[in-house]
Structures are given as structure tokens and as C-alpha cells.
């Protein structure tokens, strides 16, 4: 292949890296690629159809052409509408209900495969597998414990493949990973100038991880895959700033150095495809989240006379969870497939008194649709939509005596997705 070639495509990854830092929505981002959306990414281990197995499964690489590169961009527009049912929240009593919390967001990612030789392959992935943004009106009554949760993380994930034999290839990876965290709150309830006055932490860091996975062909119309990603502990590090009438009124409204560990959780899929017949292919896909390790999130004063002390504890409780998608493609022709999936997704928050408003999340069932056009030998070009069922969140969260309110009420939530991806073989 012509170098300048080469070029283009490498570059068209970088943007979509970099048009990535701009914003994610979620917590833990499936959107790895647009491709699984028509299936509710049911299948993601084990059906290898381009060059995003790099992040699902880096073993499928040896499913592929010699050459190929995948970039995508999702959609996602989550809906989170709060309704007061007995708060009080001091002198923000009343002040309003935050409108929706939630807003559109451009989840982009890319992938290059290579083929060293017959049975190696290497690869480069880029993503934001994990991600958050709930921002309210403000004023509002839950303002003292959020009025803004930002989380970015954006991920590089080199990768090998090799194929063992013709029913085994194994796969790894390491992730480059960044985070970025901004919260922003309302100082506390308790009088006008501190309800006016604004903490926001700003946050960063960055680690590495690592990604394993293994593909089995069981069968010519049969194939397993597993795949495992490690945890990643981030230590942020970063900014408390303080800004309003009561700004430096005492050490714990003062300015300074402050830092937040936050451990993201490992996962571990399995998944199955299975041709039913020339036109029908069936797909699975089980999946765990250790979301366990996040039982909370201290923010620590890093300077100052407060240096070493907590200053905020973000109770979440977390509990691992479970994913469960069914998926089904339907070959309508040579250059056109339809794609179908459902599935249910577990939330890690464990009772209405955990549930955070930065987080307003709840189990929610997928139900998605899709199509693959075959646009030229070498080119596909998927299209996919999700709409996410999420039944009534109600929350119970008691932080009056730490002088940021009682909120009890209940979100309203609900989550579109829509996607695209291109791939092609050179």
C-alpha cells in the first residue's frame, strides 16, 4: 500500500482522538464501536467483523485481511430528569429541579490491523471506554452535593494477535489510559453565601492497563471468545478551587492542591456467534464488570493547613455487575445485512440512600436495530440505533448533617444511541 495512503488513515485515528477529549457521556462506554450497537453489542468477543475486536478481543485479529483500519462515532443522548419528593436542602430549598441532567455527546473511535505474517498480527486501538457528564441548571436543591460530574478517560490500546492453529488464537494488549475528572458543587446549604459559593476539583492522570483474549472455532459456523481487561488505578491529582462571596472565609474554603483516587473496574466477556443457516447468524454475550472497586471516592486536601485531610467522601457503594445481551444478523444480500439485539444491563449503584446525583443510574434493557452495507469489496459501512429502557430511579440520599442537603426524589432516564462506522480492507 502507498505510504501517503498509510498517512491519511493513520491520521484520520489521531482525529478521532482528539475530537474524543471534547466529551463522553456514561459511566463504563460499550460504544467501543458503532458496528455492535445494531446488535446491542451481543457477540462482542467473538464476531471479529473488523478491526475494533482490537478492544472487545484482540485475538480476533486473525479473523481479518492482511490490512484493515474501522473509525466510528456514536451518538448518545442520555436523559436524566429529576422530580423533588420531599427534600430539604436549607436555604436551596425550592430553587428548582436541575432541569435534564443529561446532554448529547460524540463518542468517536478508531483501529488499525496488520498482518506481520500468516499467523501474527499487530494492532493499535483508540477509545474512551469509560466516561460521565450529569450537569444541572443551577441553581438548584441538589446543588451542595453536584452540579456538575465530569469524567474523560481516552485510551490507547497497542495489541498482538496470534493464531495457534485453525480453532485457537490468543490475544494481547496494553492501554496508555488517561483520566480527567471535573466537580463542581455549591459550598453547602446552610446559608446564602456559602449555597453561592462554588467548589469545583479538577483532576488528571494517567496509567497503564492491559487486555488479554482468546477466540475458539469450534466449528466452521461456530466461534467462542473470551476476553479479560484489567483494572486501572488512578491517583488524580489536580485543583479544589473555591470562588463566591464565602471564598477563603477558612482553611476548608481556601484554594489549594487536592487529589482523588479512583480505581476503574476490570471486565471480563464471553460470547458466542452461531450461523443458523446461510441467511441467519445468532449471538450471545455474557459479561461482568467489577465495578466493586469503587466503594468510594475520597477528595484530599494536598496543601495547606488542611494537607492529608479529607475533605469529601463520595459514598458509592458499588456493587459488581452483570451485562446479558442476545443479538441475531440477518443476510438480506450480498451488500446488505440487518442486525438485531436486545439486552440487560446491570447497574452498579445499590439502593435509592447510594444513589448519587451525579450518578442517577439504574438497571436499564437495550433494545437496538441495525444494517451493514457492503459499499465495495474491501468496505463496510455499519449503521446502528439503541434505545435504552430505564425504569424509575428514585434516591434517598441524607447529607444534611455534613451541610450539603437531604435530596429524595426520583429521575425520570432514558438513553439513545446512534452510530456509524467504516472499515475497510486494503
Do not use: C
Not at 478521532?16 to 471534547?22: C, D, V, Y
Not at 423533588?84 to 436549607?90: K, L, V
Not at 455534613?402 to 452510530?419: E, F, H, S, T
Request: glycine share 10%.
Amino acid at each position: 500500500m502507498h505510504m501517503k495512503t498509510l498517512a491519511r488513515l493513520i491520521s484520520l485515528l489521531a482525529a478521532g482522538l482528539a475530537s474524543g477529549q471534547a466529551v463522553a457521556a456514561g459511566f463504563q462506554l460499550l460504544e467501543q464501536n458503532a458496528s455492535g450497537i445494531g446488535n446491542a453489542y451481543a457477540g462482542s468477543a467473538a464476531v471479529a467483523e473488523n478491526a475494533s475486536t482490537i478492544f472487545f478481543n484482540p485475538a480476533g485479529m486473525t479473523q481479518l485481511k492482511e490490512r484493515e483500519v474501522s473509525a466510528g462515532l456514536s451518538l448518545v443522548r442520555p436523559t436524566f430528569k429529576f422530580s423533588n419528593r420531599g427534600s430539604s436542602t436549607g436555604v436551596m430549598t425550592g430553587a428548582g429541579d436541575g432541569n435534564d441532567a443529561g446532554s448529547w455527546a460524540a463518542i468517536p473511535n478508531g483501529y488499525l490491523s496488520w498482518a506481520l505474517r500468516k499467523d501474527l498480527y499487530v494492532g493499535v486501538g483508540f477509545g474512551a471506554p469509560f466516561g460521565l457528564v450529569t450537569e444541572y441548571d443551577n441553581p438548584w436543591l441538589g446543588g451542595a452535593q453536584a452540579i456538575k460530574f465530569d469524567i474523560k478517560t481516552y485510551n490507547i490500546n497497542p495489541s498482538v494477535a496470534y493464531r495457534v492453529n485453525e480453532k485457537v488464537s490468543i490475544g494481547a494488549g496494553l492501554s496508555y489510559q488517561r483520566m480527567e475528572a471535573e466537580y463542581v458543587r455549591n459550598a453547602t446549604v446552610t446559608s446564602a453565601a456559602l449555597a453561592a459559593t462554588r467548589a469545583t476539583l479538577d483532576a488528571g492522570d494517567n496509567r497503564w492497563g492491559w487486555n488479554v483474549g482468546a477466540l475458539f472455532t469450534l466449528s466452521p459456523g461456530t466461534k467462542v471468545g473470551v476476553s479479560y481487561r484489567s483494572a486501572i488505578k488512578h491517583e488524580l491529582t489536580g485543583r479544589l478551587s473555591v470562588n463566591g462571596p464565602a471564598a477563603g472565609a477558612s482553611a476548608a474554603l481556601a484554594t489549594g492542591s487536592a487529589k482523588a483516587e479512583v480505581e476503574l473496574p476490570d471486565t471480563f466477556i464471553l460470547s458466542v456467534a452461531q450461523s443458523l443457516s446461510d441467511k441467519w447468524e445468532m449471538l450471545g454475550d455474557v459479561s461482568w464488570t467489577g465495578w466493586s472497586s469503587i466503594p468510594k471516592v475520597d477528595i484530599v486536601r494536598t496543601s495547606g493547613v488542611l494537607s492529608g485531610v479529607t475533605v469529601q467522601t463520595l459514598d458509592t457503594h458499588f456493587r459488581d455487575t452483570w451485562r446479558y445481551a442476545l443479538g441475531a444478523n440477518y443476510r438480506m444480500s450480498d451488500t446488505l445485512k440487518l442486525k438485531f439485539g436486545i439486552a440487560y444491563d446491570q447497574t452498579p449503584v445499590q439502593s435509592a440512600q447510594h444513589r448519587l446525583v451525579s450518578l442517577p443510574d439504574n438497571n436499564r434493557t437495550w433494545l437496538s436495530t441495525g444494517a451493514q452495507l457492503r459499499l465495495d469489496r474491501g468496505s463496510l459501512l455499519d449503521l446502528g440505533v439503541a434505545y435504552l429502557h430505564v425504569p424509575e430511579s428514585t434516591i434517598d440520599n441524607n447529607q444534611a448533617t455534613l451541610g450539603r442537603g437531604y435530596v429524595k426524589g426520583a429521575y425520570d432516564a432514558r438513553v439513545w444511541i446512534l452510530g456509524a462506522q467504516y472499515s475497510m480492507a486494503f
